[in-house]
């Protein structure tokens, strides 16, 4: 059964830090890159950061920049997302995601980060 589940997420005040975390089984994670997106109500899901499957490459959405850092451990079917200096802005549910090319996509039920003093 493929399943993408992510954890870490909860209240945090502004400034602080937390570390999401989203583990892979059922497939071939090692084979996709994977990505975290976020999503407010009445937004669009927001690409927040990703990385190729071998974590050669990383890319950022330009409001995290500097601030969340994306990692994965291919061995443990990991991936996290390590998120300082958080703002109110940044509270969304946040989702894990692997792709592989253009047919073969997974997605996990999400995280709730809430950012308030």
């Known amino acids: 059964q493929v399943q993408l589940v992510e954890s870490g997420g909860g209240l945090v005040q502004p400034g602080g830090s937390l570390r999401l975390s989203c583990a892979a089984s059922?497939?071939?994670?090692?084979?996709?890159?994977a990505r975290w997106y976020r999503q407010t109500p009445g937004k669009e899901r927001e690409l927040v950061a990703g990385?190729?499957?071998?974590?050669?490459?990383?890319n950022y959405a330009d409001s995290v920049k500097g601030r969340f850092t994306i990692s994965r451990d291919n061995a443990k079917k990991m991936v996290y997302l390590q998120m300082n200096s958080l703002k109110p802005e940044d509270t969304a549910v946040y989702y894990c995601?692997?792709?592989?090319?253009?047919?073969?996509?997974?997605w996990g039920q999400g995280t709730q980060v809430t950012v308030s003093a």
């Open positions: 059922g497939f071939t994670f090692s084979n996709y890159a």
């Open positions: 990385i190729s499957s071998t974590a050669g490459s990383t």
């Open positions: 995601n692997a792709k592989m090319g253009n047919f073969f996509e997974h």
